[in-house]
């Protein structure tokens, strides 16, 4: 029976042709789907109908998220991803698979200082439903390895890692400089090359203190604008009301002496 539906099934044969490197990940979709059923075998005697038809829903499981799984080469767990970002600045990891998960899963997100891919170095931070794990303002405290995990029915499916370097400030602002003198040097009419961007883009925000700073001064410089006019119209109108109360004394003054 496993051979008829799963060794010589044309379409789960088809599915099971994926690219060098996701075979590891094709072993646990495959283990998932056929050991619960393979356990309960030994333990417990069903007719014949009630595993035809176990089966089957197990390959087209499997047909199903074979499918989604790349067809060439790449990175796949447990290989790691790297991400390099400027302190303060906000970097985002996803939690996702190019093959569809089952509506039920749950995601663990777990931390590691050192960059490894061993189980007992992680620490757990959140678990549920949120595919997206963002710290918003990098230090380099948050430097390490980041592990997604997700699961289905309390079976893990898939395991994530990224490897996040934390480049202080005062590095950033050293290698700026030097690549300003560096230029300097360069002859006239000679440009550096442009570097090619990191494949892992971020997004350059400033820190929520210099945000604070700046908006404090902008308002600063409204009120203080918007009382020197206060001031200037207020002591003009004055001044013309001072002139206007004078001007019958002046006149009085002005016959009086002639």
């Known amino acids: 029976m496993l051979d008829r539906i799963f060794n010589n099934n044309q379409k789960v044969t088809?599915?099971?042709?994926?690219?060098?490197?996701?075979?590891?990940?094709?072993?646990?979709?495959?283990?998932?789907?056929?050991?619960?059923?393979?356990?309960?075998?030994?333990?417990?005697?069903?007719?014949?109908?009630?595993?035809?038809?176990?089966l089957q829903a197990a390959a087209d499981r499997f047909i199903t998220i074979a499918s989604g799984l790349p067809r060439a080469s790449g990175c796949f767990p447990?290989?790691?991803?790297?991400?390099?970002?400027?302190?303060?600045?906000?970097?985002?990891?996803?939690c996702e698979v190019p093959f569809i998960l089952p509506s039920d899963v749950q995601i663990a997100w777990r931390y590691t200082e050192v960059k490894t891919v061993l189980m007992d170095r992680f620490k757990e931070?959140?678990?549920?439903?949120?595919?997206?794990?963002?710290?918003?303002?990098a230090r380099p405290?948050?430097?390490?390895?980041?592990q997604c995990e997700i699961f289905s029915q309390e079976r893990s499916l898939v395991r994530i890692y990224y490897h996040l370097s934390v480049t202080p400030r005062a590095v950033v602002g050293h290698v700026k400089l030097q690549d300003v003198f560096n230029q300097a040097l360069l002859p006239a009419g000679h440009f550096p090359l442009t570097l090619p961007q990191p494949p892992f883009v971020l997004l350059q925000l400033?820190?929520?203190?210099?945000?604070?700073?700046?908006?404090?001064?902008?308002?600063?410089?409204?009120?203080?604008?918007?009382?020197l006019l206060y001031y200037k119209t207020n002591n003009k109108?004055?001044?013309?009301?001072?002139?206007?109360?004078?001007?019958?004394?002046?006149?009085?003054?002005?016959?009086?002496?002639?």
Not at 125 to 137: A, E, F, H, Q, W
Not at 141 to 146: F, K, L, N, P, V
Not at 237 to 258: G, V
């Open 14 to 54: 088809e599915a099971a042709k994926v690219g060098r490197g996701y075979d590891s990940a094709l072993k646990e979709i495959m283990m998932a789907e056929i050991m619960p059923i393979v356990e309960e075998f030994d333990q417990t005697k069903n007719n014949d109908t009630e595993y035809e038809d176990r």
């Open 78 to 94: 447990p290989c790691v991803q790297e991400i390099t970002v400027e302190e303060n600045n906000r970097t985002q990891m996803w």
């Open 125 to 137: 931070v959140t678990v549920g439903v949120d595919k997206l794990y963002s710290i918003p303002s």
């Open 141 to 146: 405290e948050h430097s390490g390895t980041y």
């Open 206 to 227: 400033p820190s929520p203190d210099l945000l604070t700073v700046c908006l404090t001064s902008l308002l600063l410089l409204l009120f203080l604008t918007l009382g």
């Open 237 to 258: 109108k004055n001044d013309n009301e001072t002139d206007q109360e004078c001007e019958p004394h002046r006149k009085r003054y002005i016959l009086h002496t002639t």
